[in-house]
């Protein structure tokens, strides 16, 4: 069995990891025990009352582990073989049996934050293999990338237009003396076609062209989020491709 002192040596590191990062010291410890199936809430946290992890009563220690047991169980890596109370056997699910290391603790959290079912396919292909591998702002460059390059396809622009420009051009309002662009949705209103428009150039002006210029340090979740977006960028321009081609 790994203890949890040999995983976190130092108890004032245990109270400062998140949640979910000392869950996966919990499982980590939990995956160690020679028994999967003979886990029990009320045994196991009465032990650690009796036997301190480090060697001396502290109920912070205690009560965070209750937190981390409980994140497990939320999350499927645990679960309860019935409800009878505190004494309740606990299992190691299938999923919790996968992990088997820090770094697949990580793999998954990061996964979790950015589900690929959801996302459009090219971002799910070219994107989530660099957000895997906590690599956000190549990731956000990367999604934006592919918006630029599909809005340039589905618009019908030489290579050599990018940027803001390019989203200006193909989403041109109708009205007025300017041609409308290729990817305009003229059954909308002209407000909303400028909408529109602003839409496209404002995320290709905040979220690409950063990226291209400097480093900008990103959280997972606010990458996330951003790459989210993209993905739905792209799914207006098929939307728009597809109305296109069935236009006479």
Known sequence: MVAIRELIPNPEDLLALDVSELAGVLLEHLNSFDDYDGLHHYNFFNDLR????????????????????DWLLYEGFLAKRGD?????????????????????????????LLPRGHLHPLIANEVYPAFLRGKYDTAIFEAFREVEVEVRAAGGFQATDIGVPLMRNAFKPSGGTAMTGPLTDTSLPVAEQEAMMALFAGAIGMYKNPQ?????????????????FASQLLRIVDRLKAQKASTP
């Open 50 to 69: 009796n036997y301190p992890p480090y060697g001396k009563p502290d109920n912070r220690i205690n009560e965070a582990l209750m937190e981390a047991w």
């Open 84 to 112: 009878d109370g505190t004494r309740a056997g606990t299992f190691i699910t299938r999923r919790g049996r996968r992990i088997k290391s820090k770094d697949d603790f990580e793999a998954y959290r990061k996964a979790s």
């Open 212 to 228: 291209s210029h400097r480093h900008v340090p990103t959280e997972g979740q606010d990458a996330a989020e951003v790459i989210v």
